[in-house]
C-alpha cells in the first residue's frame, strides 16, 4: 500500500521526476530527508547504458545510508523509456531507516510511474546492484521457477508412468505414489477413528505446506454424507457406514476420495490422485485400519444408503443378476415345432 510512512515527493521532485521520463537523464538518486522524498543526485547519459551502468551507479552505494536509484536504459515501450528501480537498502544501516525506506517505496514507485519501470532490483551490498549483478537478475528472471519438492516428485512420477494394458481397457499406472505427511491433529483423528469414537474424518491436502490436514470429524448419518462433499474444493473422506446386511448390523470403513469435475486445478487432481495409494497404505498399516471399500466420486449427489450397500456387497448384487431366470418372449407362445431328421419313422428324408 502506497504512502504507509506519510512520506511524500517534494513538488521539485515531481516536476524533475516528469522532466526524467523524456530520456535527458540516465541516473537519479532519491532519498528521505526531513520525512519528505527529495532528489539527492543525478548524471547525464555519456555512453551506451550498459557501459554507463557501473560508471554512474557505484558512487552512489553509500555504506549505511539507504536510497532508492531509478536507472534508465536505451530501451523503450509504449510508455516511453524503460526504468530499473534499485532499493539500496545496506545491512548496516539502522532499522529504523530501513523500515521507513520499505515502506515508502511503493510511494515512490507511484509518483514516478509504475508503467516505466521494467526491472525492480533490492540489493544490501554492491554485488547485488552492480552490473554484473543486474545480469544475474536477468538470467534469474529469465530461468523457470524452481520446482517444489511435490512439484519434482510430480514431474518423476510423469517420467516414470508406465502403462499397463488389460485387453481393450488402457489405464495408466504410476510406479509410485507421492508421500505428503499427515499432519497431527489428521493422526489423532485416526486414532480416534479406530477407536470408534468418531464415525467421520475430512482431509485435505495443503499444497505450499505439503502436508495433508486435517478438515474437521463432524458425526455424520449416512443420509447427511453427501452434503459432506464440497463442490469446489477435492478432499478425502473416511465414513464408517453402519449398516444391516443379512439381518445383522455391520460396520464397514469406505474411503471417499472426491474431486468435483474440472472446477479444480491440474496441479491440484495430480496432487490428490498421486497421494491417495500413499495415505491408503499409511492408514492400512500404522492404524490397522482395514478399508472395505474405496470409491472416487465427482460430487455428493449419488451417495444413498443402496448406493453404498451394493458397493460394500457387490457379490450378492452381481449373483441375482447372473442367475435369475431369463424372461420369455411376450404375446401368446404358439406350439413346439418338432423337426424330424433323416432316418426317421423308417423314411428317408
Given amino acids: 500500500m502506497s504512502h504507509q510512512t506519510g512520506i511524500h515527493a517534494t513538488s521539485e521532485l515531481k516536476e524533475f521526476l516528469a522532466r526524467a521520463r523524456g530520456g535527458t537523464i540516465r541516473i537519479m538518486k532519491i532519498v528521505i530527508r526531513e520525512e519528505e522524498l527529495v532528489l539527492g543526485s543525478y548524471s547525464e547519459p555519456e555512453q551506451s547504458w550498459d557501459k554507463d551502468y557501473d560508471h554512474f551507479m557505484l558512487p552512489l552505494l553509500i555504506a549505511q545510508e539507504p536510497c532508492y536509484i531509478l536507472y534508465r536504459l536505451d530501451s523503450q515501450n509504449v510508455h516511453g523509456y524503460e526504468w530499473i528501480f534499485i532499493a539500496w537498502s545496506p545491512d548496516q544501516s539502522p532499522v529504523r531507516q530501513k523500515m521507513v525506506y520499505a515502506a515508502t517505496r511503493a510511494t515512490l514507485k507511484k509518483e514516478f510511474g509504475g508503467a516505466h519501470i521494467k526491472d525492480e532490483m533490492f540489493g544490501t551490498v554492491e554485488d547485488d546492484v552492480c552490473f554484473q549483478g543486474y545480469l544475474r537478475h536477468m538470467s534469474s528472471c529469465s530461468s523457470p521457477a524452481p520446482l517444489t519438492v511435490a512439484e519434482q516428485e510430480l514431474q518423476r512420477i510423469k517420467v516414470t508412468e508406465v502403462t499397463m494394458e488389460f ?23 485416526l486414532q480416534q477413528l479406530k477407536q470408534k469414537r ?113 458397493e460394500v456387497h457387490p457379490m450378492e448384487h452381481t449373483l441375482k443378476q447372473a442367475f435369475a431366470k431369463p424372461r420369455g418372449p ?20
Fill in 330 to 349: 411376450g404375446g401368446k407362445r404358439g406350439n413346439k415345432r418338432l423337426i424330424k431328421g433323416a432316418g426317421e419313422n423308417g423314411e428317408d428324408s
Fill in 167 to 189: 485387453g481393450l481397457d488402457k489405464r495408466a499406472q504410476t510406479l509410485q505414489g507421492l508421500a505428503f505427511p499427515l499432519q497431527e491433529e489428521a493422526k489423532r483423528a
Fill in 198 to 310: 468418531i464415525n467421520y474424518i475430512q482431509l485435505r491436502l495443503d499444497t505450499d505446506k505439503e502436508t495433508i490436514e486435517l478438515v474437521h470429524t463432524k458425526p455424520t448419518e449416512t443420509h447427511e454424507l453427501p452434503y459432506r462433499i464440497p463442490t469446489d474444493s477435492p478432499r478425502y473422506h473416511f465414513f464408517i457406514f453402519k449398516h444391516s446386511h443379512q439381518g445383522q448390523l455391520q460396520e464397514a470403513l469406505v474411503f471417499i476420495y472426491s474431486m468435483p469435475g474440472y472446477t479444480c486445478s491440474i496441479k491440484e487432481r495430480m496432487l490428490y490422485s498421486s497421494c491417495k495409494n500413499r495415505l491408503l497404505d499409511e492408514v492400512e498399516r500404522d492404524y490397522q485400519l482395514e478399508v472395505t471399500k474405496k470409491m472416487e466420486i465427482d460430487s455428493g449427489d449419488g451417495l444413498t444408503e443402496d448406493f453404498l450397500y451394493e
